[in-house]
């Protein structure tokens, strides 16, 4: 009877130490392999995450770049014009050419002023102010001033003045071609005062 008892409580612990070596197997397994597996794909979610967020943030970007530039296409051909209506300091002699080459073909008189460039309040680029007295007949003093409307350079006209040009004065003009004439009764004085923009 002995015997049995000592079987009975040598089963019951053989089956007490098989399950506490099958749970200290588990927990082990448990703590060596699937906590540090679940730390991992933590960290590997977190990693994506984050990449997908800096992936989102870039495809904004790309975008907002790809509408910047399209946006740049198009102004693009308008800042060669832009560039064209301020006159470069360096290039007076060009403007000034320009202005006598309109007088010249319009076979009129021109006296050209030009004052000291002004630095214009929160601006790159300075201001001066033309003024312009011509001589000449109606019809072509009207040309030329269609002529200065048409020149690619920015000119902000303030005043304009006709007056009949002094009687038994002869209307001179700059073109070679034509002959000296007696007075004109249609020969005007203009005077226009204006701003320009130089860069």
Sequence with gaps: MNG???LKINLKNKI???LTGFLIIILSLIYFI???TVREIKTMGDSIEAQREDLEKKYIKGQSLKKLNENLNKIEPK???LDQIFINKDRELEFITSLENKANKNQINQKINLSALEKTENQNFKK???QLFTKGDFIKQLQYLADLEKLNYYINVKLLELSPAASGEPAKTNSQDSPPSSVETNSLNMYIEADTYWN
């Design 128 to 130: 001066t102010n033309l």
């Design 79 to 81: 800042l060669e014009l």
């Design 4 to 6: 049995s008892k000592y």
């Design 16 to 18: 007490t130490i098989s």
């Design 34 to 36: 699937v906590i540090p």
